[in-house]
């Protein structure tokens, strides 16, 4: 009797996926699985803390290696969403991916974070107070959102007049990343469609501000060093990389200081600082579960399995922040760890670009929320997560006065 590998499937997961990631730690850190996408093969998961580092770090595991993979690469980018990602710093290989990076590095470092902590905090009072003043409201959409494209009009330097369209649009245009079975939703190909045709306007109505990083694109495409199409894809990219991270960030976060009343005592005591709960909700709430499948340029070894040119390798980003070899807490969560969230934002080249920024906006959103809300809980029954593998968020976070949660 043949004995059927014990394949990976990222699709069965369900709501909460972590005790299987840590099976697979306890295993070994990897194992085969199946296709993150349908154009692909089965590919290796990576699930250690070890074993992610080594795979986002590996000069020989690309987003589209030059060779036969560069066929597959063709017909994933025939779908729009897809084909803007690969012009934007993303999905870009070396020496590209730099090329497009370099020039908006200086605008995202940890100084930049800490001066948009300042600037962001009496909006996200104020967005907390009018929320709190309602008999119930929606932290995601009521504070989360808002404020992230606050910050997002400040970093991109351009006005966005309809956060809601276009926060619709960046989250459906994030579908197309996801791993999926079947082909792209025509849903974000759309979206895209919208998304460009908005950068565009902004751009040719005069709406890009000299103070923000899309003036800096334009400033590269007029020296003849990016193109335009450059400078479209990098805005579009950030409109749902700016926020998404944070927003999901702050919706999981909510959830896990629900399920840990002895934590949430310690943020709303004073005890622990709001930089301090942001790094380790980050840790332990990563919006990101699995990073862009990385493909390998060549035959390589990794976690004891040999991966030939062409195949894929998958990090599991959410997995590698809960190895308990280097966080000890592990699967609980420990607001006075003192622990850098290290992967939540990935490691090597394609370390996220706005890790500041997302840092600060997220203790933003906590020192509003627990100081201008006092009093007031996740309505944990009406909560809706997101429809999403590779995103790991909620939809709606309710929030109630404590005295209307049912006792316990």
Same mark, same amino acid.
Request: charged share 20%; glycine share 10%.
């Given at each position: ?150 910050? =997002? ?94 927003? +999901? ?73 809960? +190895? ?8 609980? =969560? ?34 509003? =929320? ?39």
């Amino acid at each position: 009797m043949t004995i059927q590998p014990d394949l990976f499937d990222p699709f069965a997961l369900g709501s909460d996926p972590f005790p299987e990631f840590a099976r697979r730690r306890a295993e070994g850190g990897a194992s085969w699985g199946k296709p993150p996408y349908p154009e692909v093969g089965v590919a290796l998961y990576v699930f250690s803390h070890a074993l992610v580092s080594e795979a986002l770090k590996h000069p020989f595991l690309l987003q589209a290696p030059p060779g036969t993979y560069q066929e597959v690469r063709q017909k994933i980018s025939a779908n729009p969403a897809l084909d803007l990602l690969t012009r934007s710093m993303l999905l870009s290989d070396p020496p590209r991916h730099m090329h497009l990076r370099r020039p908006l590095a200086g605008s995202l470092t940890f100084s930049a974070g800490k001066g948009l902590f300042s600037q962001l905090m009496p909006k996200a009072s104020e967005l907390t107070r009018a929320a709190a003043g309602k008999p119930w409201f929606d932290a995601i959409r009521d504070i989360g959102l808002p404020l992230s494209f606050s910050g =997002l009009e400040q970093i991109l330097g351009i006005d966005i007049d309809d956060p809601w369209l276009i926060g619709s649009d960046a989250q459906r245009m994030a579908k197309a990343l996801d791993i999926r079975t079947g082909n792209v939703d025509n849903d974000a190909n759309e979206a895209c469609r919208r998304l460009e045709a908005w950068a565009s306007q902004a751009i040719e109505g005069g709406g890009v501000r000299p103070n923000g990083i899309s003036a800096q694109m334009l400033a590269e495409v007029e020296a003849g060093r990016w193109r335009r199409d450059d400078a479209i894809a990098n805005i579009v990219f950030l409109l749902f990389a700016g926020q998404a991270t944070v927003v +999901d960030t702050f919706g999981n976060a909510l959830a896990a200081l629900a399920e840990a009343p002895d934590q949430l005592s310690l943020l709303e005591g004073g005890t622990v600082g709001w930089s301090a709960a942001a790094e380790e909700l980050l840790r332990f709430c990563a919006p990101v579960h699995f990073a862009g499948a990385r493909i390998a340029a060549q035959d390589l070894e990794i976690g004891g399995a040999t991966i030939t040119a062409g195949q894929a390798v998958v990090p599991v980003l959410a997995s590698a922040n809960r +190895d308990v070899s280097v966080f000890p807490a592990g699967d609980r =969560l420990d607001l006075r760890s003192g622990v850098s969230s290290a992967l939540a934002f990935g490691t090597g080249l394609h370390a996220c670009l706005g890790q500041h920024v997302a840092r600060a906006e997220l203790a933003v959103l906590l020192e509003a =929320l627990f100081t201008e809300a006092s009093g007031w809980r996740l309505d944990i029954p009406n909560v809706v997560r997101r429809d999403s593998v590779l995103f790991y968020g909620l939809e709606t976070a309710p929030m109630i006065q404590a005295a209307g949660l049912p006792a316990i």
